[in-house]
């Protein structure tokens, strides 16, 4: 939770190259954790990012992880 945190922070000071680093390590970090605040924060950080980044990986990673059951 944090990292999608820390990103949403480099956004808004506009890094977004550290914005996609922090939201990575937040995709790779919570494997095998099913959490509701898990899944929202990933689509928040996903919506975020798209609007500023629209054709990243990352995207891809965020919206699986934020997807129930996935």
């Known amino acids: 939770m944090v990292l999608a945190d820390l990103a949403t922070v480099q956004m808004r000071q506009g890094d977004l190259d550290g914005a996609v680093v922090s939201a990575e390590e937040f995709v790779t ?5 099913q959490s509701a605040r898990v899944a929202d924060a990933a689509q928040d ?3 975020r990012l798209a609007r500023r980044v629209p054709d990243m990986a990352v995207l891809d990673a965020l919206d699986e992880l ?4 996935a």
């Open 66 to 69: 934020g997807t129930p059951g």
């Open 45 to 47: 950080l996903k919506g």
């Open 29 to 33: 970090f919570p494997q095998g954790v």
